[in-house]
């Protein structure tokens, strides 16, 4: 069985190490503060303040369509990132314990939730436990995605322990090994069996056709685009196969709700022909890449205007060994604003599994959060080994602040009565809307 370990052999790392005397400064800190609540060693991390008061709301239009089909206010977190970041950045000064660690930048996931994690193949069959969401990655401030996954945590359900999640994190970022629990166990396991095949459920082997359920909205794709998309897939296949192939089946869509809801998608099914032994499918999408919702954080915005490196890198440091199917391509056929419309290619592999917590118990899913908030450590600390100062100073800050952690309970806190007033003041609205035009 695969085991999940940090990315530190990746390409866009530097895989320089801290060093010892680094590590024993830091280590020495945090265990002074631990002994000595009075000492000035403590003071690294400001006291938190207003601890009460409500977050300040920002102008946002909600997309109507996903806020129908938000069930709770977890979903409506989902459907809304970059609501998130603009919240953040309008209530700066009111996060004493947040807003000193945005210093911290790395590479973020973005849309960091629990159910934004699964099971990936990689290029050896094996499956990887990681972050599965591409479409919101780049740099920005690292303790944004740990405040984000927390905030949604606890919107899942109030009991989450914080000290767990906190706690898991820093062992991630220490690169300490944690136990893997049996829920994620069984996934990569049954993961690993599902393999490379597209899913039963979305392809009929037998015909060569697509699956298509009758409430999901398709469309034809238009002959240039059709075009397009062969040729794309001349050169990603020449990478990954030697087989020939042709195009058996393929249809436009479109989500209707989370956070791509909205967003242009191309389903391909392409059968692959060795010379010698059996075809078989393979189902890859292309995905529309909008700029990710870390904007409104994000200080250099050209950093994530490129949207292939941006997602390459982002590959590499939540995969182990990616297979080549994972890229970015620019379609000129379709557009958006004008512009030709930078679209994620992957594949959709039966054995990519996304974690679902409706499927565990609650006992099961306390240990899957912990085990994510661990993997999320993993990420960060992937992405600042080329900064080993930052890695040192932004370990130690966590290690502080999960013996402390009062002031991060009460911004969480915060973001998460925001959420649940403006979910029920968004649903409330949309009833109102939805009975006077019954009425006209």
């Known amino acids: 069985m695969s085991m999940n370990m940090p990315n530190e052999s990746s390409p866009f790392v530097n895989r320089k190490r801290l060093t010892v005397k680094s590590v024993w400064l830091k280590t020495s800190l945090v265990v002074g503060c631990l002994l ?28 109507q369509e996903k806020v129908t089909v938000a069930p709770n206010s977890f979903h409506f977190l989902r459907s809304f990132v970059d609501y998130f970041y603009k919240l953040v950045v309008v209530n700066k000064n009111s996060l004493p314990t947040i807003a000193p660690q945005m210093k911290y930048s790395g590479w973020c996931v973005g849309d960091a939730h629990a159910e934004n994690f699964g099971t990936i193949i990689q290029k050896d069959g094996t499956a990887f436990f990681t972050a599965n969401d591409a479409d919101d990655s780049g740099p920005c401030p690292v303790i944004l995605d740990l405040l984000r996954f927390s905030v949604g945590s606890k919107l899942y359900n109030n009991n989450v322990p914080l000290e767990n999640i906190v706690s898991n994190y820093w062992k991630g970022l220490s690169n300490e090994k944690v136990q893997v629990p049996s829920v994620i166990k069984k996934m990569i396991a049954e993961s690993e069996k599902k393999g490379l095949e597209p899913k039963e459920s979305k392809v009929d082997f037998k015909g060569g056709k697509f699956i298509v359920d009758e409430e999901v909205p398709t469309q034809e794709i238009t002959g240039e685009t059709k075009e397009e998309i062969k040729r794309h897939l001349e050169s990603i296949l020449s990478d990954y196969t030697k087989s020939e192939f042709e195009i058996a089946d393929w249809f436009e869509t479109k989500k209707v709700g989370g956070g791509s809801g909205g967003l242009t998608r191309f389903e391909v099914l392409v059968k692959l022909n060795p010379k010698n032994g059996k075809s078989s499918f393979l189902h890859l999408e292309f995905k529309a890449q909008p700029s990710p919702s870390i904007y409104p954080v994000v200080e250099n915005k050209a950093l994530i205007e490129d949207t292939a490196s941006r997602v390459k890198t982002t590959v590499a440091l939540t995969q182990s ?12 056929t379709v557009k958006t604003n004008d512009l030709a419309t930078d679209m994620l290619v992957r594949p959709r592999f039966a054995g990519n599994l996304g974690l679902a917590l409706p499927d565990n118990t609650l006992a099961q899913n306390l240990e899957v959060l912990n085990y994510e908030a661990y993997r999320l450590g993993q990420i960060h600390r992937a992405s600042l080994l080329s900064n080993p100062n930052v890695l040192a100073d932004y370990t130690v800050e966590i290690a502080f602040m999960k013996g402390h952690l009062e002031g991060f309970k009460a911004e969480v806190e915060k973001f998460k009565k925001l959420y649940e007033l403006e979910y029920k003041k968004q649903k409330q609205a949309l009833g109102q809307k939805k009975s006077a035009s019954a009425q006209n």
């Open 321 to 332: 060994e990616p297979t080549s199917l994972y890229t970015v391509v620019r379609m000129e």
């Open 36 to 63: 000595s609540a009075t000492s000035g060693l403590c003071e690294m991390t400001p006291t938190p303040r207003d601890s009460n008061s409500p977050l300040a709301n920002v102008d946002y239009s909600f997309d």
